[in-house]
Structures are given as structure tokens and as C-alpha cells.
């Protein structure tokens, strides 16, 4: 083991005898007691193993037996990680480098001891698919890229439009250019190694679908058993969700089911607003801000999927915000037993 403090954390006194690892209480831990052997916490910058580390604070005066306890009590207390210099060394140094807040911020929000490393692999190995690059959409694909997926294409057939630029999306200088080599550029521009192009051949390991979802895309979707996270800003109303993992989650009959249920006409309603018969939209009312927080939680919803550290919120669910008091609040959307989806 290569010992190190994670990253994301600072050691902070107390008082003269007392180390507090972190700033806010839901991360922080405190250490009392440690006088001179609070010098071992300095020696744990993942650049020396554990038998390294020891025999460095006998130098500093710090029995063996002390140095080792202090390893154990910081490695109990989750704030220890052991980040292997082979995979330090696999990464290339601007990768390295910009990659490193989101390595810092995996360590430290799923509390896994490497450093993100496992987070890192799955991500670097992960394929997602965004339909629709609109303001929406394109956000989704460079917070992906950014966040370390290896291969972000965007399928859309759409011209841009100003309406469309945002400042974490697509760019004025992208007006009159195609929507889905807009996003490209985009993500090259935050993440230059990332994938691109699309191999319609290969079926994504996530496929993000921005707007009101075609109904014949999400029957191949389900028949193709791809997983699927559908997101929408409309209205002045942001939801993200569901996530849909054919036979096992909620899927969009199930959600839309339910709604029928409680409103006999939503199925009237559904058709005009989606689908190859879809009324022509007006102006789409959703601002920057929330298009960003949008694209935002919808990114993280995303990554909580391949990242599979904890279930997703908006699996058999959806997560909503509506301006002005910009409140996420978790809609459940339980399967329906009418559905054939099987979940």
C-alpha cells in the first residue's frame, strides 16, 4: 500500500493537540492525542509505501508501533487511499491533470481507498450516446466528457440555432453549423481525447435522450435492452429521469400508465406533444441556468450509473426543479403492472 490522504482534504489543528482531517462534518474526522507522531500525517503523499512511511518517522523520532497506529486510525477513518503509482503512471500527465478534481471528489464521495482509480477505469471504458444537442443536450455531453467518459457522441440532424448557445454547450461561432458536429467540437474543446464519432453499430452503454423522447427510438431502446436516461427542460421546468434499465426499472409506459390513470386524457396529450404527429413547438422556455442545472444533475445521474457505486435517484423515478425556488424534488414512479416491460 501506497499511503495517501486523500486529496480533497486538508489537516487542520484544532488545538495543540488535536488533528482534524477536513472541513465540513459530514467528511471531516479528528485525531487527539498525537503530539510529535502527527508528523507521520505529512509523510502520507502516496510516494512512499507503508514500510517507507514508517521507517521516514523513525527518523522524526516516532516509534514503528505509533507511525503504524496512526496509518491504521487515518485508514479506518476513510481518509486514506491507496492510489498505485502503475495507474498514476497510465495516465498521460495532461490527462493526469485534468482529470484530477473528479478523481479528488470520487475518492472522497463514494469512499472507495484508491483514489477514484476503479471510478476512472469504468468511466474510461464507457460509451454514451446523447440525442438531441440542443441547450440541453450538448451541456449533457461536455459535463460526460469532462467528467471522464471515453466516448461521448450526440445524434442529431438539427441546424444550430442561437437559441441553442450556452456557455458550458454550444458556442455563437457554431450558428448555422450542424448541431451534432457542434458537440463535438465542444467536447474536444474540455476533453480532447474523448471519442467522438458514432459507430451505429455498437450500442451504447448509456443512451442520454434530450426531449421529449420519440416513441420509436425508445422501442428500440427496450428491445435493444439499452439502458436510457430521459431528460427535458420545458415550461420552465426541469426533469430528469427516468433512468431505464429494460425488465428491471421503471421504463416510459410504465410513467406514462400512471399518468393515464390519473388523467384520462394524457395519452390524447402525449401524442400531440411527441412523436412523429407532434404539434410544432413554440419558443422553448428554458433558460441558461436551466438548461446548465438540468444538463447538470442529468450528467450526475449518468455517471452514478456507470460509476455503479449506489442506485440511482432517478431510477423508477424522476428528479424535477422548477424556477423561481429552484428545489430538486424526487417524483416515484413505481412499474406499472399493466406494462409488458417487465420490470
Known amino acids: 500500500m501506497r499511503p495517501a490522504l486523500k486529496v480533497g482534504l486538508r489537516p487542520l489543528w484544532r488545538d495543540s493537540d488535536t488533528l482534524q482531517i477536513g472541513v465540513d462534518p459530514r467528511r471531516a474526522r479528528a485525531l487527539t492525542g498525537l503530539g510529535k507522531a502527527a508528523a507521520v500525517v505529512s509523510l502520507l503523499d502516496g510516494s512512499r509505501d507503508t514500510g517507507e512511511v514508517v521507517r521516514t518517522a523513525g527518523r522524526y523520532g516516532i516509534r514503528e508501533e505509533v507511525a503504524h497506529r496512526v496509518i491504521e486510525l487515518l485508514a479506518s477513518a476513510g481518509v486514506l487511499d491507496d492510489f498505485p503509482a ?72 438539427g441546424t444550430t440555432e442561437p437559441a441553442d448557445v450556452t456557455p458550458a454547450g454550444l458556442g455563437a461561432a457554431d450558428i448555422g453549423t450542424s448541431r451534432a458536429d457542434a458537440v463535438a467540437r465542444a467536447v474536444r474543446r474540455v476533453a480532447p481525447e474523448v471519442r467522438t464519432a458514432d459507430d451505429r453499430g455498437r450500442l451504447p452503454d448509456l443512451a442520454v435522450i434530450c426531449g421529449r423522447p420519440d416513441p420509436v427510438l425508445l422501442d428500440a431502446l427496450m428491445r435493444d435492452r439499452v439502458p436510457h436516461l430521459v431528460v427535458r427542460a420545458e415550461e420552465a421546468i426541469g426533469v430528469v429521469g427516468p433512468l431505464v434499465l429494460p425488465g428491471r426499472w421503471t421504463c416510459l409506459r410504465c410513467v406514462d400508465l400512471s399518468k393515464a390513470a390519473h ?9 400531440q406533444a411527441s412523436g412523429a404527429d407532434a404539434l410544432p413547438a413554440g419558443m422553448v422556455a428554458c433558460d441558461t441556468v436551466l438548461a446548465a442545472a438540468t444538463a447538470a444533475l442529468a450528467a450526475a445521474q449518468a455517471l452514478t450509473f456507470v460509476d455503479r457505486v449506489c442506485h440511482p435517484a432517478a431510477a423508477n423515478g424522476t428528479l424535477e426543479v422548477v424556477p423561481p425556488e429552484w428545489q430538486w424534488q424526487r417524483r416515484g414512479w413505481p412499474p406499472h403492472p399493466a406494462c409488458s416491460c417487465g420490470a
Do not use: K, M, N
Open 86 to 157: 502503475s495507474t498514476r503512471a497510465a495516465l498521460p500527465d495532461y490527462l493526469r491533470a485534468r482529470i484530477g478534481p473528479e478523481l479528488a471528489c470520487a475518492a472522497l464521495a463514494y469512499g472507495h481507498g484508491d483514489g477514484g482509480a476503479a471510478v476512472l477505469a469504468r468511466r474510461r471504458a464507457a460509451f454514451a450516446r446523447i440525442y438531441g444537442a440542443g441547450r440541453v443536450g450538448a451541456c449533457v455531453a461536455t459535463f460526460l466528457a469532462a467528467s471522464g467518459v471515453a466516448w461521448v457522441s450526440c445524434l442529431d440532424t
Open 263 to 271: 388523467d384520462p386524457a394524457w395519452p390524447r396529450i402525449l401524442a
